[in-house]
C-alpha cells in the first residue's frame, strides 16, 4: 500500500509579508557568541597538562 504524498503548505498574502519581515528583523539581531574566556581556559589547561 502506498503512502500519500502530502502538499507542502505555502504562505500567501499577509502571512508570507508577515513572516519575511520577521525573519529579516531576526537576522539583524542575530549576535556571535564571544569564546574568549572558554577558549584561555582550556590553553591553560592544555599548557598545564603538557599537551
Known amino acids: ?3 500519500a504524498i502530502k ?3 505555502v504562505l500567501k498574502d499577509k502571512a508570507a509579508v508577515n513572516f519575511t519581515s520577521k525573519v529579516a ?3 539583524a539581531k ?3 557568541i ?3 574566556k572558554q577558549s584561555s581556559i582550556a590553553s591553560k589547561i ?6
Open 34 to 36: 564571544d569564546f574568549s
Open 1 to 3: 500500500m502506498a503512502i
Open 7 to 9: 502538499s507542502i503548505p
Open 25 to 27: 528583523e531576526n537576522s
Open 46 to 51: 592544555l599548557a598545564k597538562a603538557k599537551l
Open 30 to 32: 542575530k549576535s556571535s
